[in-house]
């Protein structure tokens, strides 16, 4: 029997693509397909960041003959699963995602994407206040992701989403982001003398948060697209709202994961489950602040290993350290 046609050898992506994908978006979202209409006459590129990740991110000035117009885009090396929510979540319109565009999302490995300019303004970081307009922006549109990706929506995310289970959790945990950090941390005396009163309980927490994330992930009902990395760096604030970037960590899991670092009181926390409701899906509020806590543990344990990086470097980042440790007790 013959051969079916043989799967051609995928080119690895390289920086010559990035002038064809610049044109190919600036075609779907700015020119109009008109002949002798609009086209781009050049592009300034430069580097903005390199990203904790290595990934480097390039913001590329399009300039546009006839009326002197130019449109901004941003270029950046992403994985399959990146380039999937993002089509996903443009494809379902939310408006607190950037626009984005691919060659092929489904295609494997990584590839450039290009994205909507979001411009350079960060989200306030939690211990800092921010105006109502923005946050009401944030807790509805990460509300309207989860919402439109619960139950029967969530059937099919997780052919291309990981699960964000118990396995997750305990590696997230016990090999990538807690453990490391703070086995290096309690080895140093200074580090006792000023936690000594909270270095059981967080020890405490972490032995049992693996099993608590399992069961929550258990619960079908809960299941969503999920962010898993929500951090002020990783929320720009465009046209005064919110908007969510660095889809690379995207998960299916349970609604509660992307709530606790922003929403890190219970009456934040209760503006989410408002907004949940309003758009379309409700949770009784003792169900809701219960697994919103066990969230919260694990969400402090996650993210605390930064505080304690900078409290090494400069002792006025206590403050910090505490504020996942209280978390810890929400
Ligand atoms: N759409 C965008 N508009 C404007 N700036 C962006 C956009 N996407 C990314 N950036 C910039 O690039 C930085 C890194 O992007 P992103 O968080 O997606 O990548 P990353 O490599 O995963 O970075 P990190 O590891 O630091 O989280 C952002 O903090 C932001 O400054
Ligand atoms: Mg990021």
């Known amino acids: 029997m013959a051969a079916g046609p043989q799967p051609s050898a995928v080119r690895p992506p390289s920086a010559a693509d990035i ?33 904790v990740s290595g990934a480097e991110v390039r913001r590329h000035t399009v300039h546009l003959s006839g009326s002197g117009r130019v449109v901004r885009l941003v270029t ?27 060659r092929r999302p489904e295609r494997a490995g990584p590839d450039w994407l290009c994205l909507q300019d979001l411009g350079d303004t960060g989200r306030p970081d939690v211990l800092s206040g921010i105006p109502e307009d923005m946050l ?11 919402a439109a990706n619960l139950g029967a929506a969530a059937a099919g995310l997780g052919d291309w989403l990981p ?33 000594s009163s909270w270095l059981p309980r967080v020890e ?31 929320v720009l604030v465009h046209g005064g709202r919110a908007y969510f970037i660095d889809w690379a960590d995207a998960h299916l899991g349970p ?22 409701a309003a758009a379309g899906h409700h949770v009784a509020s003792a169900d809701f602040v ?6 919260a543990r694990y969400t ?22 505490l504020h996942y440790f209280g978390m810890l007790d929400a």
């Open 255 to 276: 609604f509660y994961l992307d709530l606790p670092h922003h929403l890190h009181t219970a009456q934040l926390a209760e503006r989410y489950r408002q907004a949940l």
């Open 76 to 102: 950046k090396m992403s994985d399959r699963t990146e380039r999937m929510a993002l089509a996903h979540l443009n494809a379902q319109g939310h408006g607190s995602v950037p626009a984005s565009h691919c």
């Open 136 to 146: 009401a922006s944030e807790i509805t549109g990460l509300a309207a992701i989860h």
């Open 163 to 195: 699960p964000a289970d118990r396995g997750y959790a305990a590696s997230m945990i016990e090999e990538i982001v807690w453990r490391p950090n703070w086995d290096s941390a309690v080895a140093q005396n200074d580090f006792h003398e000023e936690f």
């Open 300 to 321: 402090a344990l996650r993210n605390m290993w930064w505080a304690i990086e900078a409290w090494r470097e400069e002792r006025d980042m206590a403050g910090w350290v």
């Open 290 to 295: 219960e697994r919103w806590r066990v969230a």
């Open 19 to 51: 002038g064809p994908l610049i044109e190919a978006a600036v075609g779907r979202w700015y020119l109009p397909r008109t002949p002798g209409g609009p086209r781009i006459v050049g592009v300034d590129s430069e580097t903005i960041t390199r990203g």
């Open 204 to 234: 405490a927490a972490a032995a049992k948060v693996a099993d608590e994330m399992g069961a929550l992930y258990a619960e079908a009902d809960t299941r969503t697209l999920v962010h898993t990395d929500v951090n002020p760096g990783n």
